[in-house]
């Protein structure tokens, strides 16, 4: 996947629709497939679906339980209550620089690392938001380990992604997971299963991290 000598040519600073990003539409259609979309779509068979993604928001979000052999080579060890706002500087940062919202940033890195810096998955990612050893290169990471340097990767690709999807949430992070080759393709959510429980799962979280900062923000 090599785009960061093309990532210059997209970087027309579209910001996800602040009216409809907190809403997720789903559509079940003929043969099955499961459509998902924070855009509110024309017609009937489209349901808003918001709730099935905020459920336990109450308790916090959870990492779903997992079996090998997809388990990490190095898991998340770190479960201190600290680390989901240690890291908010550099997540700021990357949201400003790169005009993706706090709660989605703080979400997949929920969802790819459990915000322990020192995780290692299989397949070779690394980090808090999961860097894979292409992505690395193309997204100019120095210094894959690095908190800061990997929040302003993982943040540059998912700006990259928004880019292609003009602003679509659900689109970019099933290209975050996928890859956007994947998602042009299947015109969606690519039909693998842990793609698929990979974005409802992100969504959960991105509920979750933006309540709390209205809650903060209220206070």
């Known amino acids: 996947m090599k785009i960061f000598k ?23 259609d003929k043969n099955g497939v499961v459509h998902y979309t924070n855009r509110k779509p024309a017609g009937k068979k489209w349901k808003l679906v918001t709730r099935e993604f905020d459920k336990g928001s109450r308790k916090g979000p959870t990492v779903p339980k997992q079996k090998c052999p997809t388990c990490d080579v190095i898991p998340a060890t770190d479960t201190s ?27 997949v890195i929920k969802a790819e690392s459990d915000f322990d810096p020192r995780v290692v998955s299989y397949k070779g990612a690394k980090g808090l938001m999961q860097i894979m050893p292409e992505v690395q290169i193309d997204m100019g990471i120095k210094r894959v380990f690095d908190p800061r ?19 679509d949430m659900i689109l970019t992070i099933a290209g975050y997971h996928a890859g956007p ?39």
């Open 6 to 28: 093309t990532f210059a040519a997209f970087m027309v600073f579209l910001v996800f629709p602040t009216a409809s990003y907190g809403n997720i539409y789903r559509h079940v």
């Open 81 to 107: 209550p600290e680390r989901f706002s240690r890291y908010d500087h550099w997540i700021r940062e990357a949201s400003s620089l790169y005009k993706i919202p706090v709660p989605l940033i703080k979400a």
């Open 149 to 167: 340097d990997n929040i302003l990767g993982g943040t540059r690709l998912l700006r990259y992604l928004a880019n292609i999807f003009k602003g």
């Open 181 to 219: 080759n994947a998602v042009k393709k299947y015109r969606g959510i690519p039909p693998y299963a842990s793609t698929k429980a990979y974005v409802p799962t992100v969504i959960r979280y991105y509920h979750f991290f933006k309540k709390q900062m209205e809650k903060n923000s209220s206070r």
